[in-house]
């Protein structure tokens, strides 16, 4: 069964740092990019990260440039996002997807619950 | 940066009615690169259709798009009681590969 299980979220406060991890099973992970995109409580999608296959291109919402890194092991099937500087618009479900060969975003997490707060 | 606007913000139908949602670019989306998704509460979302009219794997002929350029078009023939949810265009030729504000289908 293709499968993507996030973890690592969690609460955190103002300024602090979090490391997102999602671990991707029934598919050859090396063939695919990734991508991270989050939901605010009560708000809509909003793409926030893309990584290729072999981590050659990388891409980031402007919200996030600077603060959050994505990236990837192959060996070990595996995405994450690090994220520092956190701050409280920052809390939300974040999912990791993958980026499908025939295109979009076809297969998604349970997503990882962040939440910013002091 | 792509905007999407999606419209109508809601739309209030009855099972067996017929939705078409719309999603406006602010520019030319390349390649027709627009995926639409559903997305019920508390759980992920879930591709629907791609390349602005291919449905994905597993999507019931029901659901169908349609669209090229700046307009984009998600119809459904006639609604059923799981079609209820809240549906989101994403253009994903170019970064930021943006979503819309959602469109929710709700029961009448």
């Known amino acids: 069964e293709v499968q993507l299980v996030e973890s690592g979220g969690g609460l955190v406060k103002p300024g602090g740092s979090l490391r997102l991890s999602c671990a991707a099973s029934g598919f050859t992970f090396s063939s695919y990019s990734m991508n991270w995109v989050r939901q605010a409580p009560g708000k809509g999608l909003e793409w926030v990260s893309s990584i290729s296959s072999s981590s050659s291109y990388i891409y980031y919402a402007d919200s996030v440039k600077g603060r959050f890194t994505i990236s990837r092991d192959n060996a070990k099937n595996s995405l994450y996002l690090q994220m520092n500087s956190l701050r409280a618009e920052d809390t939300a479900v974040y999912y990791c997807?993958?980026?499908?060969?025939?295109?979009?975003?076809?297969?998604w997490g349970q997503g990882t619950m962040v939440t910013v707060s002091s | 940066e792509i905007v999407l606007t999606q419209s109508p913000a809601t739309l209030s139908l009855s099972p067996g009615e017929r939705a078409t949602l719309s999603c406006g670019a602010s520019q030319s989306v390349s390649s027709s690169y627009l995926a639409w998704y559903q997305q019920k509460p508390g759980l992920a979302p879930r591709l629907l259709i791609y390349d602005a009219s291919s449905r994905a794997t597993g999507i019931p002929d029901r659901f169908s798009g349609s669209g090229s350029g700046t307009d984009f078009t998600l119809t459904i023939s006639r609604l059923e009681p799981e079609d209820f949810a809240v549906y989101y265009c994403q253009q994903y030729g170019s970064s930021p590969f943006t979503f819309g504000g959602g469109t929710k289908v709700e029961i009448k």
């Open positions: 997807a993958r980026w499908g060969i025939v295109g979009a975003f076809d297969i």
